[in-house]
């Protein structure tokens, strides 16, 4: 009986032993674009931005407007976003609607079985992350702290931006994100 609880728990080890914290140099990863065409994402060489969305998430679905301005704000600054969707739940017809109705100025990618948002211990979306340009994770947190963009007091993805673009410590390099939870694939923690 013991043996048979202790298999599940050993089971998720290698899962949470992944997860990135800040200061961590991470390796380079793939998502899939909407088409299914696998995407490398070299996490060295550029500043990284890695934002987890969702479809049918409210939450999320109230940032879109902030999420296009701060991709066309950093883009120019050479930062290189990738707007992930890792729920299961969302099919990617859906999901290539959803950026057309939504007028997303980026593409959308697809993590599929949710590989990049464990690694990386990602569990809301919105949820985001900065690595810099040695691959080191230095920020991982919410977009902003209110959903209504009029109470915003903090700007936590474009505060560590701009302190990694300027090559200083991000002053608060981790902040809880809020929203919907992901989706995870079936079999996955």
Same mark, same amino acid.
């Given at each position: 009986?013991?043996?048979?609880?202790?298999?599940? /728990?050993?089971?998720?080890? %290698? /899962?949470?032993?992944?997860?990135?914290?800040i200061?961590t140099?991470?390796?380079?990863?793939?998502?899939?674009?909407?088409?299914?065409?696998t995407? %490398?994402?070299?996490?060295s060489?550029?500043?990284?931005?890695?934002?987890? @969305?969702?479809?049918?998430?409210?939450?999320? *679905?109230?940032?879109?407007?902030?999420?296009?301005?701060v991709?066309?704000?950093?883009? &120019? #600054?050479?930062?290189r976003?990738?707007?992930? *969707?890792?729920?299961?739940? !969302? %099919?990617?017809? !859906?999901?290539? &609607?959803?950026?057309?109705e939504?007028?997303f100025?980026?593409?959308?990618?697809?993590?599929?079985? *949710?590989?990049? &948002?464990? #690694?990386?211990?990602?569990?809301?979306?919105?949820? $985001?992350?900065?690595?810099?340009? $040695?691959?080191?994770?230095?920020y991982?947190?919410? @977009?902003?702290?209110?959903?209504? %963009?009029? #109470?915003v007091?903090?700007?936590?993805l474009?505060?560590?931006?701009?302190?990694?673009?300027?090559?200083?410590?991000?002053?608060?390099?981790?902040?809880?994100?809020?929203?919907?939870? @992901?989706?995870? &694939? #079936?079999?996955? $923690?």
């Amino acid at each position: 009986m013991r043996l048979r609880l202790a298999l599940p /728990l050993l089971a998720c080890v %290698p /899962l949470f032993a992944q997860q990135a914290g800040i200061g961590t140099k991470l390796g380079d990863f793939a998502l899939a674009d909407l088409d299914g065409k696998t995407t %490398p994402v070299a996490v060295s060489g550029g500043v990284t931005v890695v934002v987890f @969305i969702s479809t049918r998430c409210p939450i999320s *679905n109230d940032y879109h407007e902030r999420m296009n301005g701060v991709y066309a704000d950093y883009r &120019a #600054r050479g930062v290189r976003f990738y707007f992930a *969707n890792a729920n299961a739940n !969302e %099919p990617v017809a !859906e999901m290539r &609607a959803h950026a057309k109705e939504a007028g997303f100025g980026f593409p959308v990618f697809r993590d599929a079985g *949710n590989v990049v &948002a464990d #690694r990386l211990g990602a569990t809301h979306t919105p949820e $985001s992350f900065v690595i810099d340009s $040695s691959g080191v994770l230095r920020y991982h947190g919410y @977009i902003d702290d209110a959903r209504n %963009p009029a #109470r915003v007091r903090n700007s936590g993805l474009r505060a560590a931006l701009d302190a990694v673009l300027s090559g200083v410590a991000v002053e608060k390099s981790e902040t809880k994100a809020f929203g919907c939870t @992901i989706k995870r &694939a #079936r079999g996955v $923690s």
